[in-house]
């Protein structure tokens, strides 16, 4: 393992199967996984590492990073390089693609690192929206403007940004989260539109999963230097994070997440939804739309 710093459409009509013009599977190059460290990045860069790709890991948590890396090198990585840095710094999203340089330029890059910081809308310190939205928006926008040209440069490529089934359908108790998980949503379709008009042979997919089960909202709180252990939420706010909690705790594996996106990029698949639900909300969603119905709360009521 070295250390670069210290250290078509929805229907999958178009798959390619994942090859590059001349020959290469998309799988061969360097994957880039940001927010490596977590618990669906780890299963990530073991699911690309059992397939023979190369690696370039990331996240803020050098340890959990290093751990991930150790991991993926044991599943069959030919290397590693690591990135320890913020996703929400541009700058470091420079530093993913020079660390993909000498292998061409970055094959896969997948936009993972995230935070979800409960609160009511009005109640949410302004500082956790601003921080919520530089890590689940701008990460991925600062991804994309860095790693499309450096794929254009390549000649072939696939990104993908993991947005969540709160990109879909908006429960509440989590504003900032929602709002910023729809934007990337709009922002991987259009940017799936601009490159088909284009004719690059650039796959782009959005994931948006339902509860998978980890440690997000304890990272997350430790993320805002708060405590999870003193972070106390007061009434209907309190009552949701215990519903939202509950509905981590018994969220579907990672690694459900992993071969939903190593499939998406060998079919060159947009939408990507491990988790079939996930859609017929969304369905639901828009039949209100065009209904003229106000949206359901999915969030199930709280525990009597
Ligand atoms: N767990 C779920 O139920 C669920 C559901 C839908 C979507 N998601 C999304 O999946 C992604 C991964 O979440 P997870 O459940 O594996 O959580 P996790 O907390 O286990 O992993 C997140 C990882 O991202 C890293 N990270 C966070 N902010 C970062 C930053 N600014 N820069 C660099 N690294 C950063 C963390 O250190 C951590 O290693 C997130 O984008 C999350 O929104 C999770």
Redesign the pocket.
């Known amino acids: 393992m070295s250390d670069a710093t210290s250290g078509a459409d929805g229907s999958g009509e178009a798959a390619t199967g994942g090859v590059e013009a001349d020959g290469r599977s998309v799988l061969d190059g360097p994957v880039v996984v940001?927010?490596?460290?977590?618990?669906?990045?780890?299963?990530l860069a073991v699911t690309f590492a059992a397939l023979g790709a190369p690696l370039v890991l990331?996240?803020?948590?050098d340890g959990?990073?290093a751990v991930t890396g150790a991991q993926a090198m044991a599943a069959g990585a030919p290397e590693v390089r690591v990135v320890i840095?913020?996703?929400?710094?541009p700058d470091?999203a420079d530093t993913l693609v020079d660390a993909c340089r000498d292998w061409g330029g970055p094959a896969v890059a997948v936009?993972?690192?995230?935070?979800?910081v409960p609160g009511l809308t009005w109640e949410q310190p302004i500082e956790v929206w601003r921080r919520q939205v530089?890590?689940?928006y701008w990460?991925p926008v600062h991804g994309v403007r860095a790693m499309v040209p450096a794929m254009l440069e390549r000649g072939s490529g696939h990104v993908v940004a993991?947005?969540?089934?709160?990109g879909l359908v908006a429960p509440p108790g989590m504003g900032a989260?929602v709002s910023s998980?729809h934007a990337v949503v709009g922002l991987m379709e259009s940017l799936h539109h601009e490159l088909a008009r284009l004719g690059a042979p650039i796959g782009v997919s959005v994931?948006?999963?339902?509860?998978?089960?980890?440690?997000?909202a304890?990272?997350?709180l430790r993320?805002m230097n708060v405590d999870p252990e003193d972070h106390e939420l007061g009434g209907v706010a309190a009552e949701i994070d215990a519903v939202v909690r509950a509905?981590?705790d018994a969220?579907a594996a990672?690694q459900t997440?992993a071969d939903a996106v190593v499939r998406a990029v060998r079919e060159r698949r947009f939408w990507v939804l491990p988790q079939p639900e996930v859609g017929l909300g969304a369905l639901d969603r828009y039949q209100r739309l065009a209904d003229g119905r106000p949206p359901l709360d999915l969030l199930p009521p709280p525990p009597i």
């Open positions: 940001t927010g490596a460290g977590g618990t669906i990045g780890t299963a990331s996240d803020y948590d959990a990073a840095g913020d996703a929400a710094d470091v936009f993972n690192a995230g935070i979800c530089e890590v689940d990460g993991v947005s969540s089934g709160a989260y998980k994931v948006c999963p339902g509860n998978v089960l980890s440690n997000l304890d990272n997350s993320s509905g981590v969220g990672a997440v």
